[in-house]
């Protein structure tokens, strides 16, 4: 059984966010819409992908973000060059690099943060299901 993954999150400034996200993580956008009962779309992700990320905006009744300290998007890295160099994209896309709030997250990572909140780990390493959580 296969199963494709949305992360979809309301946000402040959809323009900006979908800049940040492109640069930052290396993503297209797959996918828009306009005015769909009040709410406008963009999809990012990998062509092809088993995920992507759907960021929306309501213009009747705009959402504030409201993410926690541990609401986080992991995204395991095994190449240290790759992990590196999207570290780098992270801090010159305009995300904050900040301290965990979970110190599990500090050592083989880089936790970093959008202009809204949401958090987003590169985490150094290969998963696997023999990991601690």
Not at 4 to 14: E, G, N
Request: net charge negative; glycine share 8%; aromatic share 12%.
């Amino acid at each position: 059984m296969s199963y494709h993954l949305r992360i979809a999150r309301p946000v402040r400034d959809l323009a900006a966010t979908v800049d940040m996200y492109r640069r930052g993580l290396n993503l297209q956008v797959i996918d828009t819409f306009e005015n769909h009962d009040g709410f406008d779309g963009v999809m990012l992700g990998v062509p092809d992908g088993d995920y992507h990320f759907e960021f929306t905006r309501s213009r009747n009744h705009p959402v504030r973000p409201a993410p926690t300290v541990e609401d986080l998007t992991v995204f395991y890295i095994p190449s240290v060059p790759e992990w590196q160099a999207g570290c780098a994209r992270m801090r010159a896309a305009g995300f904050n690099e900040i301290p965990p709030f979970n110190p599990y997250w500090e050592a083989n990572g880089c936790t970093f943060e959008d202009h809204d909140g949401y958090r987003i780990v590169l985490q150094q390493g290969k998963w696997s299901n023999d990991d601690p959580p």
